[in-house]
T-cell receptor, first 112, second 113 residues
């Protein structure tokens, strides 16, 4: 069965460190997204990609970057982790014909 | 910019009670509408969606939603909730031909057995 996986599932890091969260999908979807989920804010879009070599900023992109070198993967990098980036991060993908989002299991990140 | 409002942030019900969760959006053009559910400790998954046609949409687990264009609403309903419906519910709207959804802030539903 097609799926979307994220790793690690839990991460503790220190302020100032670079952190990369992995996202891998086997749906063969063109569109991939990164969200953060915080209490009281719901889901907020960080970055998204419509295909290989395409990346775009979302509403809360400061301090984050992504790269898309193939269809399956969209890693999210926190350049210099800050305590404000403590959150749960969800990766999602969708195909162009059907805008339904398929979500990964999430990564819980704690920045100390 | 598009906004999506979910008016009920926390809802507590007893089993067998009826449920209605509100969702309103601000975009005046063509929209695609979604309800996603997040069970405790799990990822979000699709509950139901509306693209066109019959404005009354039926989803999984007995849920349904009605698109009322004149009210910019897409409310979620279930006639009789179960303890297993305890979850967080998110409304999402794609405006026009956009692939990017705008999510509401979510409604936390607790169902007491």
């Amino acid at each position: 069965d097609a799926e979307i996986t994220q790793s690690p599932r839990h991460k503790i890091t220190e302020t100032g460190r670079q952190v990369t969260l992995a996202c891998h999908q086997t749906w063969n979807h063109n569109n991939m997204f990164w969200y953060r989920q915080d209490l009281g804010h719901g889901l907020r879009l960080i970055h998204y990609s419509y295909g290989v070599q395409d990346t775009n900023k979302g509403e809360v992109s400061d301090g984050y970057s992504v790269s898309r070198s193939n269809t399956e993967d969209l890693p999210l990098t926190l350049e210099s982790a800050a305590s404000s980036q403590t959150s749960v991060y969800f990766c999602a993908s969708s195909e162009s014909r059907d805008r339904t989002q398929y979500f990964g299991p999430g990564t819980r990140l704690l920045v100390l | 910019a598009q906004s999506v409002s979910q008016h009920n942030h926390h809802v507590i019900l007893s089993e067998a009670a009826s449920l209605e969760l509100g969702c309103n959006y601000s975009y005046g053009g063509t929209v695609n509408l979604f309800w996603y559910v997040q069970y405790p400790g799990q990822h979000l998954q699709l509950l139901l969606k509306y693209f066109s046609g019959d404005p009354l949409v039926k989803g999984i687990k007995g849920f349904e939603a009605e698109f009322i264009k004149s009210k910019f609403s897409f409310n979620l309903r279930k006639p009789s909730v179960q303890w297993s419906d305890t979850a967080e519910y998110f409304c999402a709207v794609n405006e026009g031909g956009s692939y990017i959804p705008t999510f509401g802030r979510g409604t936390s539903l607790i169902v007491h057995p």
